[in-house]
């Protein structure tokens, strides 16, 4: 038997064990979720009737009330973004296995660490430290979003050309310059339009931070909720998956002419 044909056994063996294995833990997890036949056919009458509660929706105090919450969200989102992208530039740099190989490795074991965080966690953290407030959302916001940037902009760093580094140090240039001349100028296009695309999963972060007191819509979205004021939640929920949706399409298509050049 030849030995290609023995890599071949080995293949279709290897991918029906896999196959088992995912298989198995999906009927697992079902089980674990309590998720049934019958309760699945009944979420469709469920669901109708929940939406029932919210129509019609407020929308006076959608724009009395929450368009202010919206816009603290925007800007805890926005100021988050900046964090991220401040902190997670010189760590992307140095974060790359082809220009600094003896860091890289810290640089994206610090960079997973601080992505295992979920925003809402880091919320809970700062709150009691600086306070009920926007600025805890912002840097939680701002801390997770350093660990994002650092990994995508690492991984944008190691698939460059390394033409132009290798002519700037044959020149006589420094590690430096050749990050400034040589680095810079093709990376940032790409890390800026991961920016955008962080600034718009931090849109929707920051609208859950405030159910913890960290600032935002997610504050006035609890309290309608909690005294049960559906048509006020309705409202609150329409204009914000609304901003939501026009940002994510403006946000879009500045990163689409960024990439573009």
């Known amino acids: ?57 407020d929308m006076a105090y959608g724009w009395d009330r929450v368009m202010p919450a919206i816009a603290e969200s925007i800007q805890i989102a926005w100021i988050g973004t900046i964090i991220g992208a401040l902190f997670s530039l010189p760590l992307a740099l140095l974060g ?14 610090i960079s997973a660490i601080t992505r295992a965080f979920p925003e809402i966690l880091l919320a ?7 306070g009920l407030g926007p600025f805890g959302g912002a840097l ?4 997770s979003s350093i660990g994002m940037l650092t ?11 390394h033409g132009p580094i290798e002519a700037v140090e044959a ?15 093709q990376v940032l296009p790409e890390i800026i339009a991961h920016w955008l695309f962080r600034f718009e999963l931090n849109i929707r972060a920051s609208a859950v931070l405030g159910v913890v007191g960290a600032g ?40 689409r002419r960024i990439i573009r050049g």
């Open 1 to 57: 038997m030849s030995q290609t044909t023995l890599q071949g056994r080995n293949r279709v063996g290897g991918a029906t064990w896999a196959t088992f294995i995912i298989a198995a833990l999906f009927f697992w997890s079902m089980w674990a979720i309590g998720f049934s036949p019958d309760r699945l056919g009944k979420l469709p009458a469920q669901m109708v009737e929940v939406l029932g509660f919210f129509w019609p929706a």
């Open 216 to 255: 935002g819509v997610g504050g006035v979205l609890l309290n309608t909720l909690r005294y049960r004021h559906f048509d006020k939640a309705a409202a609150v929920l329409v204009l914000t998956i609304l901003i939501v949706l026009v940002i994510d399409m403006v946000s879009g298509e500045i990163r």
């Open 140 to 143: 939680a916001i701002g801390i």
């Open 171 to 185: 020149a006589g240039g420094s590690r430096i310059l050749a990050l400034r001349f040589a680095v810079l100028p």
């Open 124 to 130: 809970i953290y700062f709150v009691p430290i600086v």
């Open 151 to 161: 990994k995508l902009g690492a991984e944008v760093v190691d698939s460059l050309d």
């Open 96 to 109: 790359a296995r082809t220009l600094f190989p003896k860091l890289a490795r810290g640089v994206k074991l």
